[in-house]
């Protein structure tokens, strides 16, 4: 290496780099060395800044991403030993780390923590407020309460789940010490709590389990939608951290929580057979038993939804609820799966295909990482054990699952309504999901992707809107986010031809929501005519507000006439009888409009305006918006009408 000619530079962590193989580092493979002072038994790397956590015994250490300029033509990644979190009486079996939360499991255990940054102005205030352990075993039994319960009973560990600012009192103490070199910008942390979780070896319904331990523990980052960049890279580098969920599972079920801006409990898995390992990404758990390769949906995008827009579900915008029920998509038949891992649309699976003993299976697996004649066995034997088999498979793409998904939820519209509508929000948080990814898409990709938004929406519009449940009004929202004009919802839901169609509450909650709301879109006039006796028929309380809609420019007026004075029998009203008179107007029948005119008096005519102004914007009779003769308007057509002496103001129109 001295002499340039080696392909390899080994490093230590933070050491300066020599002159000697400076110039040509860029040409070799660079090997940085992190000296530990205790053997490590479970590692972690941050997926957002690139920082390493490793798990020790009592302690995790915490190695800080540095990148290290030597030229202009050349810079280096380096690490900075700058954390250690020591936690008393813990030995972490896995250890996940991700945008300053630290996740630890041991057999039976969760911890989550959070770090939070503080400059070192703050730092020994902070330290001193903080309860790093002490003051959470002061919220504890006293040690000589302990002991009394110890001497005189046999205690047993009972299942625990403490959430927030409540997993403080889990008794775990945590201390933390700096290890970088203090500058003027170096930032101190402290410890909050987010999650502790208890198990106890009894949990599982399939008798007594020994081997009762917790695996697979994962922190899955989601990203804000809408970053732009031409380059993935650059993309990669502006997009911002929008949620944090976290999984851990034991042999017969699955956690998933939101660890992000609230911590909660999303869903629970429940496994048809012992699991060996899983794998959560955006839009799918994998996990894999000793014969297959299971599948299952998540909620990841319906939380980071909320987290995205806390006020998703109103009359604008919706989304399926977190609480949904998960589906299994999958279960695939192999061989003796013994490891999973995930990368963008592929699986990878190790499995073993041999008829091993059953007994020496069912122990408990143990981690032998000092010893050495232990591995050197293990992996001697491995070498000479045949069997051994890697796949790779490729997932079905997103568009080709939600169409499969939206055709098989066409078998439960007329049997089962809730199947219906959860196979359609499946659909719906598939895309979604995928939406939120990395911006990684080609513009057609992504385009794909945009109308199938749009297409579940519509899908789901028609759901509300054709059934009777309680979550009608969704019909509203979903409906506008597919961008579907009313006419097209009309077409959709309304059968031609059908005097007995009946109109459920979801299509009536969209459609006078929509009508009372100044849209620019105009329906034709057999469109307008089919939302009359829709509303004659289904709600004609809202007939008088519906036909002063913008939209219902082209209704035939003889026909409203006819149905609101069947309303007016029912329930007479001032703003109906305005709306009787501004269809005489159109109609050209001056003598209907007087006779509806003196109906009231002008008072009573000033609040029917006040409660329905847009009877005040209807145009003349024969005229059309953009048709108005100079000097005249529609609201100057209407207004005469409230304005002085009712029969000269009908002879000026």
């Given at each position: ?552 420019r082209n209704v035939c007026p003889s026909a409203a006439v006819k149905c609101l004075q069947q309303v007016e029998k029912m329930m007479p009203s001032v703003v109906l009888t305005l709306t009787k008179a501004s269809m005489a107007l159109r109609m050209g029948d001056l003598m209907m409009y007087e006779h509806e005119m003196d109906s009231y008096k002008e008072t009573a005519l000033a609040c029917g305006f006040a409660g329905q102004p847009r009877l005040l914007r209807q145009p003349a009779p024969g005229r059309r918006r953009g048709s108005h003769p100079a000097g005249r308007s529609p609201e100057g057509d209407a207004a005469g009408a409230a304005g002085g002496g009712r029969g000269g103001a009908a002879r000026g129109q």
């Amino acid at each position: 290496m001295s002499g340039g000619s080696s392909r390899v530079c080994v490093r230590m962590v933070g050491h300066k780099m020599e002159e000697s193989y400076r110039e040509t580092l860029k040409e070799q493979m660079s090997i940085v060395e992190m000296p530990l002072s205790d053997p490590p038994l479970c590692i972690s790397c941050c997926p957002v800044s690139g920082d390493l956590l490793v798990g020790c015994k009592n302690k995790l250490v915490m190695f800080c991403l540095k990148y290290v300029v030597i030229n202009q033509n050349l810079t280096v990644l380096d690490f900075e030993r700058s954390l250690i979190l020591h936690i008393g009486n813990l030995i972490p079996a896995e250890v996940a780390f991700c945008a300053g939360r630290v996740a630890i499991t041991t057999e039976l255990d969760v911890l989550i923590l959070k770090l939070v940054q503080q400059h070192a102005a703050g730092t020994e205030r902070c330290a001193r407020e903080e309860p790093l352990g002490a003051g959470v075993r002061d919220e504890g039994p006293s040690a000589h309460a302990l002991q009394l319960e110890l001497d005189e009973f046999i205690v047993c560990q009972k299942p625990v789940e403490l959430l927030g600012e409540e997993s403080a009192r889990c008794e775990i103490p945590v201390t933390l010490e700096s290890t970088e070199l203090p500058t003027e910008h170096t930032k101190r942390f402290h410890v909050r709590y987010l999650l502790f979780r208890c198990f106890t070896p009894d949990q599982s319904p399939f008798g007594f389990c020994e081997e009762t331990k917790l695996h697979s523990l994962q922190l899955l980052p989601v990203y804000q939608t809408g970053s732009s960049g031409t380059a993935q890279e650059e993309t990669e580098n502006k997009r911002e951290l929008l949620s944090l969920f976290c999984f851990f599972s034991l042999p017969h079920a699955g956690y998933l929580y939101s660890v992000g801006k609230s911590v909660e409990l999303i869903s629970t898995y429940q496994y048809s057979e012992k699991s060996e390992q899983a794998v959560l990404t955006p839009q799918f758990l994998h996990v894999i038993t000793r014969e297959s390769l299971q599948c299952f949906t998540v909620r990841c995008s319906a939380a980071a939804a909320r987290d995205e827009d806390p006020y998703i579900d109103t009359t604008v915008k919706a989304c399926p609820p977190v609480a949904l029920d998960v589906c299994t998509l999958r279960m695939q038949l192999f061989i003796g799966p013994r490891a999973i891992c995930h990368f963008k649309n592929h699986i990878i699976l190790l499995t073993k295909a041999d008829t091993e003993d059953v007994t020496e299976r069912s122990k408990p697996a143990r981690r032998m990482l000092s010893g050495k004649t232990d591995s050197i066995k293990s992996r001697t034997n491995s070498e000479s054990e045949p069997g051994w088999n890697l796949y790779i498979i490729n997932t079905v793409s997103t568009i080709q699952l939600y169409r499969e998904m939206v055709e098989y939820s066409r078998t439960y519209e007329n049997v089962g309504t809730e199947s219906c509508v959860h196979l359609l929000s499946e659909a719906h948080l598939l895309v979604r999901a995928a939406l939120m990814g990395p911006r990684s898409l080609r513009p057609d990709q992504e385009a794909e992707l945009l109308g199938a938004f749009r297409e579940s929406c519509a899908f789901l519009g028609d759901c509300y809107s054709r059934f009777d449940t309680k979550d009608y009004h969704l019909a509203l929202p979903y409906y506008r986010m597919s961008g579907l004009p009313v006419a097209e919802v009309l077409k959709r839901t309304v059968s031609e031809g059908d005097e007995t169609q009946t109109y459920e509450r979801g299509f009536m909650f969209y459609l006078t929501h929509s009508l009372n709301e100044d849209l620019n879109e105009e329906l034709t006039k057999e469109s307008a005519n089919k939302v009359l006796q829709i509303f004659c028929l289904a709600d004609p309380v809202q007939l008088p507000h519906i036909l002063c809609s913008p939209c219902m420019r082209n209704v035939c007026p003889s026909a409203a006439v006819k149905c609101l004075q069947q309303v007016e029998k029912m329930m007479p009203s001032v703003v109906l009888t305005l709306t009787k008179a501004s269809m005489a107007l159109r109609m050209g029948d001056l003598m209907m409009y007087e006779h509806e005119m003196d109906s009231y008096k002008e008072t009573a005519l000033a609040c029917g305006f006040a409660g329905q102004p847009r009877l005040l914007r209807q145009p003349a009779p024969g005229r059309r918006r953009g048709s108005h003769p100079a000097g005249r308007s529609p609201e100057g057509d209407a207004a005469g009408a409230a304005g002085g002496g009712r029969g000269g103001a009908a002879r000026g129109q």
